[in-house]
């Protein structure tokens, strides 16, 4: 069966390593450990995973947005974006990159906009650094960049000060900022999280529309399982700073491979299970709590809550094993047998 | 113990009633013109006559989004706001009536339980203070007797005993979360007010504090309201549900018919807006357009006119408030068209 | 000074570097310990005052001299820094040392005692104004705009002025209950914002009585700038105990206070500066300590920094 061959990937990661310096020398903290995913043209790419895995850091470290010190992208690193190296970019072409062909919008919509600025300043300030654009071309622009956000009488707001504009407006300004230059990747962290649920529904929408009408590819960083599944093409699965699995949506889904996955899927209370799944019982619930990035447990980092674990899971740390186009970071991949007899955990304690 | 009949309190009318809500009343003013003398502008309608009733050993889920006044609600039934009118009524006892002695009383049979994990618990405190507070307030227990009742609190919730010589920030935030749960019990409460106790926590802990928050409720008999905004959790721990919009409840009714066939069409919008662990269903999703408006000036008519999807919303719907009315056995909607839902 | 004069001075010396370096391996414990000794200036303030309250608790030990003492009136009269008198005699042949150190204890203690009930007041004020909002807090918030606006210096003369001699506990008194206004103000803002915590909520919902919420939950939690108005206005006080005292109006003679002993040598001061200018650089020397280790405090008791 041939395929007919895959564009190259817009965004290659390979073996991101991004670490801390504590202060109270309980050493550096991990925060990504060996991280490596692509990013291909057009697509939209959900990273999800609990807060403490990482995936916040992999973003800001994409844009080489850490602050260092405390943090460092350690050597070895590897971020491709179509085909220029951006770990050795110089600060000026870095600067072209961003906010140029490589856009990033934040969960917190107030504390990303300048309060002090009209939101019509702040889109075009990226028009004005990126394009060269006049001040009037730009607050042109920017009028049509609310449009395309759905801003109501956006020739108005765009003199509106961020205060006077509720939260879902707020993020659309913050997506109309990130898209003003078109950018091919935008990577989105948390977009969603601290907006009400009718306004994630429109929020999500909107990216789902502009993606398809500007053809760019989005990272779409999320705690929440329900986001990824509606709107991302393939998944990628972190935990502790590794990525644990990866796979296309539907796959990842209908056969979650990594305990982890499954756990966090079924621990996920659902609006279309029914009333007789419920019967007030219990949740499946992952037993344990996320460990600390300066402690990653040794072998595999998941191994103290697994369900499954036994003496290879605790001394070897499993690399990412394959199965056809769907990876996981599991022993289990290796020997399959030992899925149907999950080993009663003794009891860890509490979070 | 006579709760005036209304239609909102007719839907169960043999149960017994732990905790009945009448009309009940919160506004904030805004300022004031006059340099502070004249009539206040701009008032919030945070909880604009909201009732309920809960029975016993049962949950009543209060979902809305973000201003609809539903941790309002929850405050003022404790009296931590103080209403600004409607019946509040537990096991029969006026609260809102008592004078502060017999309301201190009272406490100990009415709790609450913090949305944050991080802001709930005294950052100066430990964990043994502070669960041996309540013991000291209500005169509950002291000395070795107190010890053994905070150890035998710490071990209900799930928690390690040596964690009582801990201060709040050494704890994660599903291990704050039980702290906070604990001290609520250390009363031995009858009915909780739980504040969207599982918001701040991550998913994995979540479904870890949910399990026992319903293990409690079994083995102590407890009562809960149930604040939040997220449908899913709610779906799974309540018996009722209220939707709240805009300071007024806009449907109530059990659990089940609530989810399987909605009445308002606000329900069926934020039904469908939360989105599922599942690509392949494939949903019409209702895309509400607007934002959720401003408590401060709420439209005239039906709150939600401005935003319903409805597609026989009518003049009537832009002139009088419908009122809350049973369109079904034991379920009430406030909406002109309930009878013909989305 | 003889011989067991210089072993106690190095002695309050030694002590007061131990003190110090106690104090800081302690701190390396906690983040905000850390932040603190971050200042360049903090260990040095701590040490300059850890040196001078060792001063004043052992003055009777470093000092060759009564304070009051006028050694030789004939012959000793303003006499230089010498080995017997090591910052020489004031005008009326007093060994200036010795008042240095018997100084101390009046100086510091007026400006630790007054900075107390200052701050003891303003925090009650302030605590309540900021708790129970509504009518108290407009009535006491008009009263320390009052206070505000009331110039202390001459409020203290005019008060001070009423009495011939005043006792030194009355100008604590005095000065204290003329310094509590700014700290309220910190204290009641801090209040604000601490009673829409949730665990005040929490403790209230417990059934605590606001007595109870105030002192156990809301007060230890405000008090951060409590602290640091505390360390920054003794400072202040002492400053202004030494004007009143120059002025002839404060601690009277003969106790030894440096504001008065800066009066006392003024007239001197072309001739034999050293009477003058040895108490003025304590001052200086102790204020400036207190403000450096006020400022390290500020910062490592701040809240904000305690987020990663």
Known sequence: MTEPPEPSPLLRVRDLKTYFVTEQGSGTARAVDGVSFDVRPGETLGIVGESGCGKTVTSLSILRLIPEPPGHIRPGSFIEFEGRNILTLEPKELRAVRGNQIAMIFQEPMTSLNPVFTVGDQIAEAAIVHQHLSRAAARRRAIEMLQLVG????????????????????????IAMALVCHPKLLIADEPTTALDVTIQAQILELLERLQAELGMAVMLITHDLGVVAGTADRVVVMYAGQVVEQASTVELFARPLHPYTEGLLASVPRLDASQQDRARGRLHSIPGQVPAATAWPDGCRFHPRCPYAWDRCRAEEPPLLESGAHTARCWLLAEPQRRSSPVPLPPPPQP | ?????????????????????????????????????????????????????????????????????????????????????????????????????????????????????YGSLNPRMTIRQMLAEPLVIHHIAAGADAERRIAA???EVGLNTGMARSYPHELSGGQRQRVGIARALSVEPEF????????????????QVLNLLVELQERRGLTYLFIAHDLAVVKHIADQVAVMYLGKIVERAPAGALYAAPRHPYTTSLLSAVPVPDPQAQRDRIVLAGDVPSPVHPPAGCPFHPRCPHPKKNERCRTEPPALREVAPGQLAACHFAEEPL | MNIWNWVALSGAVVLALIVVGAVRRRAGASASGRRFFRHPTAAPGLFVLAFFVMVALAAPLVAPFRPYEQID????????????????????????????????????????????????IGAAVGATAGYFRRWVDTALMRLVDVGLAMPRIFALLVVVALWDRIAVPVLVLVIGLTGWFATSR????????????????????????????????????AAAPIIVSAALGIGNVMLLEAGLSFLGMGVPSPAPSWGNMIADGWSKMAVAPWSATFPGLAISLVVMALNAVGDALRDALDPRKEAV
């Not at chain 3, 910190?186 to 403790?203: P, T």
């Open chain 1, 151 to 174: 801003i109501p009488d956006p020739e108005e707001r765009v003199d509106h000060y961020p205060h006077q504009m509720s939260g879902g407006m707020r993020q659309r300004v913050m």
């Open chain 3, 73 to 120: 009136i004939d012959h000793l009269q303003n006499h230089a820094p010498s080995t017997r008198y090591i910052l020489g005699t004031d005008p009326l042949s007093r060994d200036v040392w010795s008042r240095l150190a018997h100084g101390a204890r009046i100086s510091l203690g007026i400006g630790a005692l007054a900075m107390f009930v200052a701050v003891t």
């Open chain 3, 186 to 221: 910190l204290v009641r803002a801090e209040v604000l914002s601490l009673r829409e915590r949730e665990y005040v909520a929490a403790a209230r919902a417990l059934g605590a009585r606001p007595s109870r919420v105030i002192v156990r939950h809301v007060l230890p939690n």
């Open chain 2, 192 to 207: 909780l007010v739980l504040d969207e106790p599982v918001s701040a926590l991550d998913v994995s802990v979540q479904a």
């Open chain 2, 1 to 117: 113990m006579h709760v005036p009949a209304s239609p909102a309190s007719r839907a169960s009318p043999t149960l017994p009633t732990l905790l009945a809500v009448h009309d009940l009343v919160k506004h904030f003013p805004g300022e004031r013109a006059w340099l502070g003398l004249g009539r206040p502008r701009n008032v919030v309608r945070a909880v604009d006559g909201v009732s309920f009733a809960i029975p016993p050993g049962q949950t009543l889920g209060l979902v809305g989004e973000s201003g609809c006044g539903k941790s309002t609600t929850g405050r003022a039934i404790l009296r931590l706001v103080e209403p600004d009118g409607g019946r509040v009524t537990l096991d029969g006892i006026d609260v809102l009536m008592l004078p502060p002695r017999e309301l201190r009383a009272l406490r100990r049979r009415m709790q609450i339980v913090f949305q944050d994990p």
């Open chain 2, 153 to 155: 609190l710490l071990e």
